[in-house]
């Protein structure tokens, strides 16, 4: 009997949120409004610096960071090859190619040193996810680009709060890119945020989200093409109450990560991804267990198990990209070629460790899980 039920993730509204949307549906401004801009400023309060402009999606920051960086057929932008699909799919729709790099089994990220093995004379620029919070090491990886003249996109979908040697994750590269999707640490419904140190940028990637139009002494005009991939004001107010209370969304995930992390690592074998060095601050997206060896092949066995006593896991990320279909067919890379990828996408498990697991679930959830786990060792063992 399950004495409890706990989802991945559950998005973190109140009343009051609910009270302020109601107040925006009250009006009629829906779109381009005051919401809106409130969110941004409340949004480079929070990270500490830099311009942002909030937009539909994670993919929509994504794809209009690649254009503001001007790549088209041709260009080589280096990619993960563990990571979501919106993080290449952004890319192929410039017409530039990906060239994927495997990841580290200790972070999930790219090192310094698969990104310099992966450089070529085509090479444009490189895309870096901040894998479930836990932040590249962008102090090492930025004298990289700067020194080619590359440009650096940071995905960092799952990585609001996360930090480099005190600086925000966005803020090291050209563009920062955000998800408000409802299990990411905020949600706006649907929705996304491009931070960048650039106002120029910033100026350009404002212009695309709607249509290009500039507004101008002459009055309107279009100088560029450009997209609707607009937020609207009722997202936008979900946004900046969760933001005001972000804070403590990170302390409880960063103590759920520390109590659940323990209580795994007690499991003979088990490895848990996180930071590797002093300065580099994980947002805690969610904890994502590397299985012992053994069990490695009874992933998705263990995680019905482990729904089978009311707790909600996931994968991430299910497949990695250069093994999908599409992307298989036309770049042709063997399958499980990027080895570390592979063993993360068929062995790993990840677990919820959001504000809405509370004191007594995450006991229940440390407990259970570590009990499952050691279970089936044993019963492996008898074999
Ligand atoms: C969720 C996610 C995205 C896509 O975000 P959307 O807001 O749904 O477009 C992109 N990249 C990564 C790493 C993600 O986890």
Redesign the pocket.
């Known amino acids: 009997m399950n004495t409890r039920s706990i989802p991945f993730g559950r998005p973190d509204l109140n009343n009051q949120d609910r009270e302020r949307v109601n107040e925006v549906l009250k009006g009629h401004i829906l779109t381009h409004g005051p919401q809106g801009q409130e969110f941004e400023n409340k949004f480079v309060d929070f990270v500490g610096g830099g311009h942002s402009v909030a937009l539909s ?3 929509a920051a ?1 794809h209009l960071g690649y254009r503001a960086v001007n790549i088209g057929p041709g260009d080589e932008v280096i990619v993960p090859s563990q ?2 699909v ?2 290449v799919h952004a890319l192929e729709m410039t017409g530039a190619s990906p060239v994927f790099v495997d990841c580290e089994l200790e972070t999930g990220n790219l090192s310094p040193s698969s990104i310099l093995q992966a450089i070529t004379e085509k090479t444009k620029g490189i895309c870096l ?1 901040h894998f479930a919070g836990i932040p590249c090491d962008m102090a090492k990886i930025m004298p990289i680009a700067d020194e080619r003249g590359l440009f650096v996109i940071e ?1 960092a ?2 990585a609001l709060g996360a930090k480099v040697d005190g600086v925000h994750v966005g803020l090291w590269g050209d563009a920062g890119c955000f ?3 409802p299990v ?1 640490h905020i949600t706006t419904g ?3 945020m491009l931070l960048t140190r650039h106002e120029g940028t910033a100026d350009q990637v404002g212009k695309m989200r709607a249509f290009g139009i500039e507004r101008t002494k002459r009055g309107y005009d279009v100088t560029s093409l450009g997209f609707n991939f607009r937020m609207s004001e009722f997202q936008a107010t979900l946004g900046k109450g969760q933001l005001d209370r972000f804070t403590e969304n990170l302390t409880g995930r960063a103590h759920n990560f520390d109590v659940l992390k323990r209580a795994l690592l007690e499991v003979e074998g088990m490895k848990v991804l996180d930071v590797t060095r002093e300065g580099l601050e994980s947002s805690h997206y969610c904890l994502v267990a590397l299985l012992p060896e053994e069990l490695r092949s009874r992933r998705d066995h263990l995680r019905k198990k482990i729904l089978e006593r009311g707790i909600e896991t996931s994968v991430y990320y299910p497949r990695p990209i250069p093994d999908l279909s599409y992307y298989q067919e036309k770049y042709d890379t063997p399958v499980g070629q990027y080895q570390n990828a592979s063993v993360i996408s068929d062995g790993a498990i990840a677990f919820p460790v959001g504000p809405h697991v509370g004191a007594e679930d995450l006991e229940y959830l440390s407990q259970n899980a570590q009990e499952t786990l050691i279970q089936e060792q044993q019963i492996m063992e008898m074999k």
């Open positions: 999606s994670c993919f994504l990571t979501h919106a993080t996810v995905d979908a799952t998800s408000f999707y990411k649907e929705g996304g």
